[in-house]
């Protein structure tokens, strides 16, 4: 989805999946996450739904994927994907910052891999994206998807320090403009479970 794939990446699915109502009348839990490492995730509507709200950067970015990384959707997640720009919003972008700057934390610490050192920039510009854009281009291109190739290659000039450095610099530009984001459309989500939950 991110073209950053090399020779030999492994191909990951991400789904969502609706438990019969009779599910959350009865006395059992209802399984909100479906997981078999490290392929297939899936997660029950509700809880995508939640998590859309909290601006997980996972779940969002699904609302994004290209259309050639679609294999099959559904009215509901269709609705979802008509109005992803309604999630791009405050919690979203918090979200974004805080799994960036914990990275940044974990690497002054410890050394990153460079595949997951890689997602700090491509999380970096797709919150400036959203931010300043309104859209969410999970899909690199350009100079953008050069670089997350060299950093994700480990290239000399491409390190912790130098990405970091340059990460750092980008979230101070941008925290100025994250409390101009919207807050999430908590009405809208809702409707669009309750309908999805009565025609069950």
Request: hydrophobic share 40%; charged share 25%; glycine share 8%.
């Amino acid at each position: 989805m991110h073209a950053t794939n090399v020779e030999g990446s492994d191909e990951d699915w991400r789904g969502v999946y609706q438990s019969p109502n009779d599910d959350f009348l009865g006395l059992g839990p209802v399984k909100e996450t479906y997981q078999t490492l490290p392929d297939i995730v899936m997660w029950e509507l509700g809880h995508f739904i939640h998590l859309l709200l909290k601006g997980n950067p996972n779940i969002v970015g699904l609302l994004w994927a290209p259309n050639d990384c679609v294999y099959e959707t559904s009215p509901v997640l269709g609705e979802l994907r008509d109005n992803k720009k309604l999630f791009l919003t405050l919690p979203m972008a918090y979200a974004y910052l805080g799994w960036v700057e914990q990275e940044l934390k974990h690497g002054d610490l410890i050394a990153l891999s460079p595949k997951r050192l890689s997602h700090v920039p491509r999380l970096l510009w797709e919150l400036e994206a959203a931010i300043l854009e309104g859209t969410l281009p999970v899909r690199a291109s350009g100079w953008h998807l050069d670089y997350l190739r060299a950093v994700r290659a480990g290239r000399p000039g491409y390190e912790y320090g130098n990405v970091a450095d340059a990460a750092r610099r980008l979230v101070q530009r941008l925290k100025p403009e994250i409390e101009k984001m919207p807050l999430p459309p908590f009405g809208f989500a809702e409707q669009v479970l309750l309908r999805a939950r009565n025609a069950r």
